[in-house]
């Protein structure tokens, strides 16, 4: 991957968990509705979620432009993911249905190994790769 192509995917990632963030903050009945629906509805909590996913989105916005960020935010984004994936792993069942708890569970799993990927791409391209250029 390039760095050009790498910026890009970051500002993608970026705006996403920003719109995500914003939404569970201004909106939390709607983002429990909608996209958490686990459980009983707890809007602190739900605000709680759009804080630190807004807070990543900017440190991914920010990654974007200053490189020596990117891999520390995006291995933090894995960890973050891969923890978030277990918990839903734990409740699946308190999903709409227990397919689309399943469903979310993967998807988010997916997320802590798409952000491990780019944070080895990330150290790859700043030469802090196992692999050396030559």
Same mark, same amino acid.
């Given at each position: 991957?390039?760095?050009? /192509?790498?910026?890009?995917?970051?500002?993608?990632?970026? #705006? *996403?968990?920003? /719109? +995500? &963030?914003?939404?569970? +903050?201004? #909106?939390?009945?709607?983002?429990?509705?909608?996209?958490?629906?686990?459980?009983?509805? %707890?809007?602190? *909590?739900?605000?709680?979620?759009?804080?630190?996913?807004?807070?990543?989105?900017? #440190?991914? &916005?920010?990654?974007?432009?200053?490189?020596?960020?990117?891999?520390?935010?995006?291995?933090? &984004?894995?960890?973050?993911?891969? +923890?978030? /994936?277990? %918990?839903? #792993?734990?409740?699946?069942?308190?999903?709409?249905?227990? &397919?689309?708890?399943?469903?979310?569970?993967? +998807?988010?799993?997916?997320?802590?190994?798409?952000? /491990?990927?780019?944070?080895?791409?990330?150290?790859?391209?700043?030469?802090?790769?196992?692999?050396?250029?030559?």
């Amino acid at each position: 991957m390039t760095e050009r /192509a790498l910026k890009a995917v970051l500002i993608i990632i970026a #705006a *996403y968990h920003v /719109a +995500l &963030g914003v939404l569970a +903050l201004v #909106a939390p009945g709607t983002f429990f509705e909608e996209i958490g629906r686990y459980g009983v509805e %707890n809007t602190h *909590y739900v605000g709680d979620v759009g804080a630190f996913t807004l807070a990543f989105g900017i #440190a991914v &916005g920010v990654a974007a432009v200053r490189p020596a960020w990117r891999a520390p935010v995006l291995w933090l &984004g894995a960890a973050w993911y891969a +923890l978030h /994936a277990v %918990n839903h #792993a734990f409740d699946t069942d308190e999903a709409r249905s227990e &397919g689309r708890g399943w469903a979310d569970t993967l +998807l988010i799993a997916f997320g802590a190994f798409a952000a /491990a990927w780019l944070a080895r791409v990330s150290e790859r391209l700043r030469g802090g790769g196992s692999e050396q250029a030559p």
